[in-house]
C-alpha cells in the first residue's frame, strides 16, 4: 500500500482549517440553519400543494365550460373544489411532517440519553 507522506506545509494547512472549521461552525448554529432551511422548505412545499390545487382545478373547469359551453360555471366550482383539495393536501402534509419531527425529537432525546448512560455514541 501506497502511503504519502506529508510535508510540514501540508499539516500546517490542514491544522489551520480544521481549526477554522471548528471555529465557523458549532453544533447549536448548525442545528439552528438545519431547522430554518427545513422550515423554508416544508413552507415552499405547502404553498406548490395549495397553488396546484387551485391552478389545476381553474384547468379542470375551463376545459369542461369550453367543452359544454356554459363558461364560467365549472370555473367556479372546480376552483373551490381544487382550493379545498389543496388545503386538504397541506394539511395531511403538515401533519406528517410534525409527526416526523416528532419522531425525530423523540430519538434525538433517546440518544442523548443512550451518550449520557454509556459514555458514548452508538
Known amino acids: 500500500m501506497l ?3 506529508m510535508t510540514k ?5 490542514l491544522k489551520k482549517f480544521d481549526a477554522a472549521l ?5 453544533p447549536k448554529e448548525v442545528r ?3 431547522d430554518h432551511n427545513q422550515a423554508m422548505g416544508n413552507a415552499y412545499k405547502y404553498a406548490t ?3 396546484a390545487g387551485f391552478v389545476i382545478g381553474a384547468i379542470m373547469g375551463w376545459s369542461i365550460d ?10 367556479i366550482v372546480f376552483i373551490f373544489v381544487g382550493a379545498a383539495a389543496g388545503i386538504l393536501n397541506v394539511v395531511k402534509s403538515s401533519k406528517r411532517d ?3 419531527q416528532q419522531k425525530a425529537q423523540e430519538n434525538a432525546k433517546n440518544g442523548e440519553q ?4 454509556n459514555g458514548k455514541e452508538n
Not at 359544454?68 to 365549472?74: I, M, N
Not at 443512550?114 to 448512560?117: E, F, M, R, S, Y
Open 32 to 34: 439552528q440553519k438545519s
Open 66 to 75: 369550453n367543452w359544454l359551453q356554459t363558461k364560467p360555471l365549472f370555473m
Open 49 to 51: 400543494e395549495l397553488l
Open 3 to 5: 502511503k504519502a507522506k
Open 9 to 13: 506545509q501540508d499539516e500546517d494547512k
Open 98 to 100: 410534525f409527526e416526523a
Open 114 to 117: 443512550d451518550i449520557a448512560l
Open 22 to 26: 471548528k471555529e465557523a461552525t458549532t
